[in-house]
Nanobody, 125 residues
Framework: QVQLRESGGGLVQVGGSLRPSCSSS????????VGWFRQAPGKEREFVGA????????YYADSVKGRFTISRDNAKNTVYLQMDSLEPEDTAVYYC??????????????????WGQGTQVTVSS
């Protein structure tokens, strides 16, 4: 069983950076692809980006490409979402999700089996 927990969200000004992380208790994450999704108030949950289980491939939504970077540290059992040049439109609850031996191009929420509880990211102008 994989139990995911996000941390590292917070309040930041426009143009700033944050680095939420996703860690697992129970089974290690090193054989799981991890995706990041976000949901703003009144909007549907949307794909942000994902990293393959092997860590050799990442894929991003166009809205964050060039600003966000996903990486993983299997020794720490953690996946990171480095967010730079943040904009007010990035304000949302950010969720990580995992699927066993998944690929980085898993962009649909239904493709993931395990979810964290989310962490709030607020970008103020």
């Amino acid at each position: 069983q994989v139990q995911l927990r996000e941390s590292g969200g917070g309040l930041v000004q426009v143009g700033g950076s944050l680095r939420p992380s996703c860690s697992s208790s129970g089974r290690p994450l090193n054989t799981y692809a991890v995706g990041w999704f976000r949901q703003a108030p009144g909007k549907e949950r949307e794909f942000v980006g994902a990293i393959s289980w092997s860590g050799d491939s990442t894929y991003y939504a166009d809205s964050v490409k060039g600003r966000f970077t996903i990486s993983r540290d299997n020794a720490k059992n953690t996946v990171y979402l480095q967010m730079d040049s943040l904009e007010p439109e990035d304000t949302a609850v950010y969720y990580c999700a995992a699927v066993h031996y998944g690929a980085s191009w898993y962009i649909r929420a239904a493709q993931y089996d395990y979810w964290g509880q989310g962490t709030q990211v607020t970008v103020s102008s």
